[in-house]
């Protein structure tokens, strides 16, 4: 079963709106991991949050972690049309051999 | 030029035929995996290598076969397609095993008929 849900699955918003991503996992993790992937494209890592860390920026991203929640969220502030594209989170543990990801959410930032 | 690069990038093939996917890598990475995507939905994990002696199943290894030919060459073998075999298919790499980011290709796009 996969650790990581995205939430929602797919989101439009126009163009200088802020987009929030939420991912939702089930066991204890090391590491929360987000992905980009423009259409048909290999994904692009964008940040790495560890499991002491609730919060991180980078640039237009801001990324939290909540594990009493088991629960992270990503923030694009000042969206723009290059920011359209597919995001996923993924979940690292130690000792589980694999880093799992979620299903996505789409993007689309309306001009 | 990009640091993990997969060829081919699109293939169309029939029902039975053997497929190779291949992948090579410039970031200097030991450990390489193929993962597959469909659409609409996340990664699955198909064989991952940590080093050149080193192969691994993943979630999903059934009707796959992988090969590190080098450090840098990671290939993926389907023996016998079959129709939903039919996805996107990425080489990735890391330096840090399942706690670190992971660097892709640009993806091989499958379609068996």
């Known amino acids: 079963s996969q650790q990581g849900e995205e939430d929602p699955q797919a989101l439009s918003i126009q163009e200088g709106e802020n987009a929030t991503m939420n991912c939702s996992y089930k066991?204890?993790?090391?590491?929360l991991q987000w992905y980009r992937q423009n259409s048909g494209r290999g994904l692009v890592h964008l940040i790495l949050?560890?499991?002491?860390?609730r919060e991180k920026h980078s640039g237009r991203l801001r990324v939290t972690l909540d594990t009493s929640k088991k629960s992270s969220s990503l923030l694009i502030t000042a969206s723009r049309a290059a920011d359209t594209a597919s995001y996923f989170c993924?979940?690292?543990?130690?000792?589980?051999?694999?880093?799992?990801f979620g299903q996505g959410t789409r993007l689309t930032i309306n001009p | 030029d990009a640091d993990v690069t997969q060829t081919p990038r699109n293939r169309i093939t029939k029902t039975g035929k053997r497929i190779m996917l291949e992948c090579s890598q410039t970031k200097g990475h030991d450990r390489m995996y193929w993962y597959r995507q469909d659409p609409g939905l996340g990664l699955q994990l198909i064989y991952y290598s940590f080093d050149v002696k080193d192969i691994n199943k993943g979630e999903i290894s059934d009707g796959y076969s992988v090969s590190r030919q080098a450090q840098a060459k990671f290939s993926l073998s389907l023996e016998s397609a079959i129709p939903n075999q039919t996805a996107l298919y990425f080489c990735?790499?890391?330096?840090?095993?399942?706690?670190?980011?992971?660097?892709f290709g640009e993806g091989s796009r499958l379609t068996v008929l």
């Open positions: 993924a979940t690292g543990r130690q000792g589980a051999q694999k880093l799992v």
């Open positions: 990735a790499t890391s330096d840090s095993g399942w706690t670190g980011e992971l660097f």
């Open positions: 066991t204890s993790i090391n590491n």
């Open positions: 949050i560890r499991s002491n860390e």
